[in-house]
């Protein structure tokens, strides 16, 4: 029987001793998942990517799934995946995708093919100075500083003007700065999921009142959203413009610029959640493009 590897992490993977605040994300995920790829004759196994190559002796494909500890861990989590991919088993999507996908500066590559990306300062460390440049640099009145290496908005620093952190603060990591688009504000974060490159379908996420992260984990919330011609067509030039194969999953985040057109936040093509509920067609997508790589 063909067997499918969903690789889950130790917080989100079931009978953990301590699970996640968005663990119903991957329960989801599972449920969407589970039962199209049984229609097909294959087997779902849920397995921590941690766990030892054994677990995944007999496994013809492994999804990225809910790994959502690997920013972390980037060294072991690549590791893995290679071995795996050494054992003769497709990773979806693959470890040279991954890599590329891993440190967000993929976004100029993007912005090199032509996409619209949000303005970004690339810098290797920030302190006050380097907020106020940017603060400068994008005439704005607050700046978002993240991490090249990040999800889930860990670690992330909003800055304002009027609320400089001090000249003792600094942000000891590789860093990116961006002005705050208060469309995140207002209409919300867009995203947009692609199985096999195709669009699948879109949501807007909107951040609790007084946060302006939109994950679920700080009560952000989702629902369905019918993007007009213009904007389905600037989340497909982002998809087509990742410079690998078609990968079997994508999601593209977006924002509104102040001149009304949409530029591009994150490309997740790692372990990105892909919103079952708003696109209850999902699990049957994922398992169509799963048959054919197995
Ligand atoms: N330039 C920005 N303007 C407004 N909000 C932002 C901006 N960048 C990030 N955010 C908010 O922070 C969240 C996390 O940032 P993101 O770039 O998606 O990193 P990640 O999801 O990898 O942690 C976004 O979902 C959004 O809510
Ligand atoms: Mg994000």
């Given at each position: ?87 003769g088993i497709a990773i979806c ?136 011609a213009d904007d389905l067509a ?61």
């Open positions: 029987m063909t067997k499918i590897a969903f690789l889950a992490c130790s917080s989100t993977v079931s009978g953990a001793g301590k699970r996640r605040g968005d663990l119903f994300e991957h329960d989801l995920m599972i449920a969407a998942l589970e039962p199209a790829l049984a229609k097909r004759g294959l087997d779902l196994l849920v397995a921590d990517w941690a766990s030892p190559l054994e677990t995944f002796e007999g496994v013809d494909l492994a999804l990225l799934g809910t790994s959502w500890n690997y920013q972390d861990q980037t060294k072991a989590f690549l590791a893995k995946i290679d071995a795996l991919a050494d054992r999507n693959p470890p040279d995708l991954v890599r590329w996908n891993m440190t967000k500066t993929y976004l100029r590559a993007l912005e090199e093919a032509g996409v619209r990306v949000i303005p970004t300062l690339w810098r290797e460390i920030v302190t006050e100075k380097g907020v106020l440049e940017a603060l400068d640099v994008f005439e704005c009145d607050r700046v978002v500083v993240k991490r090249q290496v990040g999800a889930g908005a860990e670690g992330q620093e909003l800055v304002a003007r009027r609320g400089l952190p001090g000249p003792d603060w600094v942000f000891d990591q590789p860093a990116m700065l961006q002005p705050y688009l208060s469309a995140i504000a207002t209409e919300g974060e867009l995203s947009f999921v692609f199985i096999d490159g195709v669009f699948s379908h879109a949501l807007v996420k909107r951040a609790a009142d007084g946060d302006y992260r939109i994950q679920s984990l700080y009560g952000g919330r989702e629902e369905v959203y019918e993007p007009s600037s989340a497909q030039k982002v998809c087509d413009a990742v410079p690998f194969s078609t990968p079997l999953y994508a999601r593209i985040d977006m924002l509104r610029m102040d001149d009304g057109a949409l530029a591009v936040m994150e490309a997740e093509l790692i372990e990105p959640y892909l919103y079952p509920v708003q696109g209850p067609q999902l699990g049957e997508l994922l398992a169509e493009a799963i048959v054919k790589r197995v």
